[in-house]
């Protein structure tokens, strides 16, 4: 039985006290201030109710990114400016579980991100058959993006040992996935180039999947697959990076 | 008395010789006016080929003299009731009417496309966010044949609107497009959900968690002996 006292350590961290929480209140807060106004606003009201769904999921899916990147480029490198990586060390927990469970701990972090999400969802699709979809779809290309971005962001944190460098390339590395399908005008992606990049950038598949889906309504898995995909094995690679970079900790290099 | 005489035979001539000019005179003047009501009348006959020519082109009722092209658009008398937000299927018919100066094997390709015109607002729409494809390549239509177009357009604003199908021939570069009648389209506004619902949400979710960690926070205090 491996002992999960760093996850609980850095969970409790999250959650435990006022200043861990106040990024849950501040993301629900978004959330509640972006679903009313695509409810209430005069011309946002007006959109499909898919065309919604789609909007607040790709909200959600940018949030989460943000956090699941932030908090895990600063795992290990807080650890080693604050001086306390080398007791990190000393306890009797392998290399490698230390960097998982603090992987963990920002997956779980998206994962309470995504059950608050959950009632703004329902409320959005009332009335429609895209609850469940949307729940799901934004379920699983949530949490595989959030364990690639915490996997490549620790090994990152280890690798530049400073917050402010590690930080700062990881919210790049999303900005550079994000960029595409958030600020590429809609005639650049139809051009070659366009295309390349959204073929190989798994955020694009992602949005480009929960748009099929809640807006086109293709809710199936099999429609869906050439989406999911690319999405899966950026997250196995993500994770390859992950396991080598993390697998022994040289406390000589501090 | 001879003399007198005399007078008066060279007074008679000299009005004859007046009346003579003056008959004349008429005479020109009649020729005139006939020169020019002539002038007129042909001026008039050779406009009344242009302007029949101008009354069958293709623009005013929808067919072309040269091609037979007609474009029908269905249900062109109906007001179309919808709510925004929804889809309609606008269907029209292509027809290359067969006719004397046409070939049997005589083929015409061009462009249909649809045009949605703002009434309220007297300017036509941008239809970006309204239909996904605004044209529709024809390659080539045989003289008798017909093709159906339709297009799925989305309504995305609340207002009045009339819906046309215009066709552009490829190989004349001059030629007038073909219109079709319209359609007349009310788009009423819609309230996607009450806005009531989501009220609860999402103003509870947040006062909840608020709650939740300020519960979790106070008993965690009162243990460590922050709170006493």
């Known amino acids: 039985m491996v002992d999960l006292i760093i996850y609980k350590l850095e969970t409790s961290s999250s959650f435990y006290s006022w200043r ?17 106004l695509l409810l209430t606003d005069k011309e946002l009201s007006l959109l499909d109710q898919g065309e919604m769904l789609f909007t607040f999921s790709v909200v959600i899916l940018v949030l989460g990114l943000l956090m699941s990147g932030i908090n895990s480029s600063s795992s290990i490198s807080a650890e080693i400016e604050a001086g306390t990586f080398e007791c990190l060390l000393l306890t009797p927990i392998k290399h490698i579980q230390i960097a ?4 963990l701990s920002t997956v779980t972090i998206w994962i309470v991100l995504y059950l608050i999400s959950i009632p703004y969802i329902i409320v959005l699709s009332n009335g429609t058959n895209l609850a469940i979809s949307a729940i799901l779809y934004v379920g699983l290309y949530g949490t595989l993006l959030s364990i690639a971005i915490s996997s490549i962001s620790i090994a990152l944190s280890w690798m530049l040992k400073t917050s402010k460098n590690s930080i700062m390339v990881a919210l790049m590395i999303i900005l550079l996935l994000s960029a595409p399908s958030l600020f ?11 295309n390349m990049l959204e073929n190989i950038n ?23 697959f050439p989406h999911i995909w690319p999405v899966l094995v950026f997250t196995i690679i993500c994770s390859i990076i992950f396991l080598t970079f993390t697998r022994k900790f040289e406390v000589k290099m501090l | 008395m001879k003399i007198m005489n005399k007078i008066i035979l060279s007074k008679k001539s000299k009005d004859s010789i007046v009346s003579k000019k003056i008959n004349w005179n008429f005479i020109c003047v009649d020729l005139m006016i006939l020169a020019i009501a002539l002038s007129i009348f042909l001026f008039c006959c050779s406009l009344i080929p242009t302007a029949i020519s101008q009354l069958s082109s293709p623009g005013l009722n929808s067919s072309s003299g040269e091609n037979s092209l007609r474009i029908n658009i269905s249900n062109p008398s109906q007001i179309i009731h919808e709510l925004v937000g929804k889809y309609i299927t606008v269907n029209a018919n292509l027809h ?5 100066n046409t070939s049997t094997n005589s083929t015409i390709g061009g462009i249909a496309y649809i045009s949605i015109v703002d009434v309220k607002d007297r300017v036509p729409v941008d239809l970006e966010d309204w239909s996904a494809e605004k044209g529709l390549y024809i390659p080539s239509i045989s003289s008798g044949q017909s093709l159906p177009l339709e297009w799925n357009v989305r309504l995305v604003k609340a207002g009045s609107y009339t819906i046309s199908v215009l066709f552009n021939e490829n190989n004349n570069a001059f030629s007038t497009p073909i219109v079709s009648s319209r359609i007349d389209l009310e788009v009423a506004p819609k309230l996607n959900l009450n806005p009531g619902n989501v009220l609860p949400v999402a103003f509870g979710v947040p006062a909840v968690l608020i709650g939740i960690f300020g519960t979790l926070n106070y008993l965690r205090g009162k243990k460590t002996g922050v709170y006493k």
Do not use: C
Request: charged share 15%.
């Open chain 1, 20 to 36: 861990g929480a106040a990024w849950i209140i501040t993301a629900a807060s978004i959330f509640s201030l972006v679903a009313y």
């Open chain 1, 100 to 103: 998982i469970q603090k992987m």
């Open chain 1, 184 to 194: 590429f005008a809609t005639s650049l992606r139809k051009t070659d180039f366009g």
């Open chain 1, 202 to 224: 798994p955020f694009s598949h992602s949005i480009n999947s929960l748009d099929s889906v809640l807006v086109d309504n293709q809710q199936t898995v099999y429609e869906q």
């Open chain 2, 96 to 100: 290359y009417l067969k006719n004397d």
